[in-house]
T-cell receptor, first 113, second 111 residues
Framework: DAKTTQPTSMDCAEGRAANLPCNHS???????VYWYRQIHSQGPQYIIH???NNETNEMASLIITEDRKSSTLILPHATLRDTAVYYC??????????????FGAGTQVVVTP | SQTIHQWPATLVQPVGSPLSLECTVE??????LYWYRQAAGRGLQLLFY??????ISSEVPQNLSASRPQDRQFILSSKKLLLSDSGFYLC??????????FGSGTRLTVV
């Protein structure tokens, strides 16, 4: 699976949009981009995933560049409860490997009042 | 609705003792099941995954083993714990690509 590069940490003001970048320059055509987050001492929580098109759900929006070499997760209105480590992961969906998500170091996001 | 149960929440075990952590899933059939470990201050490491009863794949060589005796039951075991086995153990399931659901985890301290 392709590897990803994320900033180590980010600060965000409460109520503002948080834009989390991720580089995945070696992504292949059949690999999806996934985003999860982990609040301290809890299991990771699925946020969103996409292949080519931009995606939006009740938690966030995912913007994938046309060449698919990078993406941005957008939390539209950050709250204190959004403080967490955010993981960007790329993974294939082949029969024998789909779902084998390999987590990197992620981005520690701190939302401040 | 689908739920995942993982227990115990915390565990302190002496070096050399055995280990058995259990994970069960409700509300779904034939899920993919996963065991992850997170050492203190580190990222999540995939240990084992299973696509069906009795089918276990190991991602890294280690002192641990996994079994899946029933469709919705996944067990992580060790015959003799090492200090390096300490960590936060997480079970997860998925039935469609993309959506993992994680349990609440077991924090294991080997002393």
């Amino acid at each position: 699976d392709a590897k990803t590069t994320q900033p180590t940490s980010m600060d965000c003001a409460e109520g503002r949009a948080a834009n989390l970048p991720c580089n995945h320059s070696t992504i292949s055509g059949n690999e999806y981009v996934y985003w999860y987050r982990q609040i301290h001492s809890q299991g990771p929580q699925y946020i969103i995933h996409g292949l080519k098109n931009n995606e939006t759900n009740e938690m966030a929006s995912l913007i994938i560049t046309e060449d698919r070499k990078s993406s941005t997760l957008i939390l539209p209105h950050a709250t204190l409860r959004d403080t967490a480590v955010y993981y960007c992961i790329v993974s294939t969906m082949t029969t024998d490997s789909w779902g084998k998500l390999q987590f990197g170091a992620g981005t520690q996001v701190v939302v401040t009042p | 609705s689908q739920t995942i149960h993982q227990w115990p929440a915390t565990l302190v075990q002496p070096v050399g003792s055995p280990l058995s952590l259990e994970c069960t899933v409700e509300g779904t059939s034939n899920p993919n099941l996963y065991w992850y470990r997170q050492a203190a201050g580190r990222g999540l490491q995939l240990l084992f995954y299973s696509v069906g009863i009795g089918q276990i794949s190991s991602e890294v060589p280690q002192n641990l083993s996994a079994s899946r005796p029933q469709d919705r039951q996944f067990i992580l075991s060790s015959k003799k714990l090492l200090l390096s086995d300490s960590g936060f153990y997480l079970c997860a399931w998925s039935v469609t690509p993309g959506g993992y659901t994680f349990g609440s985890g077991t924090r294991l301290t080997v002393v």
